[in-house]
């Protein structure tokens, strides 16, 4: 009895993580509201971003830093806006924004600009993918690499948008040994963020004040990566 039990185990979890191994399906588990992390479904859901300025659907698992973990992960002061991570912290997201609007082409050349600081600050660490998804002012520009960290190295995946009145500079960080797995996902994920249709609204409910000067956009600035 026990070892016909373990033969369906063995199958259950080779049957997922084919699935998990298959972008195609992937897309399509993310349509459904879910997505399969280390064999086990976790569910997916729509989370408003760094203030109502965009949304996107993310693991139900990933929730807001606890303040020593983010003192541990992100010890600069100068860390990303918004951040979100798994329980243990292996897994997480960083998202800020650069204020000033964005010329035609410039993203792009954004986006090889960060590769190229990348490359110069991890020499031995080569671009392992880059891409776009998406077109128009939706269109998304990102690439990862392995870079070092304390006795080993993570994957490192950094995104770009345009968003109304700036920029999205995004991160995701994960072990190594997960990287496959996670890479796939996150080119499908990065996919579902999308313009807040009320941020304009809440803008003008909560009485923020205009952008700063558009000429100091920041883009180069370390807190962004």
């Known amino acids: 009895m026990g070892i016909v039990y373990a033969e369906k185990i063995i199958q259950t979890r080779r ?85 000033g609007e964005l010329e035609e082409g410039e993203l792009e050349e954004i986006a090889e600009m960060m590769q190229n600081q990348m490359q110069r600050m991890y020499p031995a660490s080569p671009i392992e993918k880059e891409s776009v998804i998406g077109e128009g002012k939706e269109r998304i520009c990102w690439f990862s690499l392995d870079i070092p960290v304390i006795d080993d190295c993570c994957c490192h995946i950094l995104f770009f948008r345009e968003i109304k009145g700036g920029m999205l500079i995004g991160s995701f960080d994960c072990n190594k040994n997960e990287k496959k797995q996670w890479k796939d996902i996150w080119s499908h994920l990065l996919g579902t963020i999308k313009d807040c249709p009320d941020y304009d609204n809440k803008r003008n409910r909560l009485n923020i ?12 600035s370390a807190r962004y990566i």
């Open 209 to 220: 004040s205009s952008y700063p000067d558009k000429e100091n956009k920041g883009y180069g």
């Open 15 to 99: 049957a997922m993580q084919k699935e998990v191994e298959t972008p195609y399906e992937i897309g399509e588990a993310i349509e459904k509201g879910y997505i399969f992390i280390k064999y086990e479904k976790v569910e997916l859901e729509e989370r408003e971003i760094l203030d109502g300025k965009v949304t996107m659907l993310l693991p139900v698992l990933f929730q807001p830093m606890t303040k020593e973990l983010m003192e541990t992960k992100y010890p600069d002061p100068d860390r990303p806006d918004w951040l979100v991570s798994n329980e243990t912290g292996e897994a997480a997201l960083g998202m800020s924004v650069a204020e």
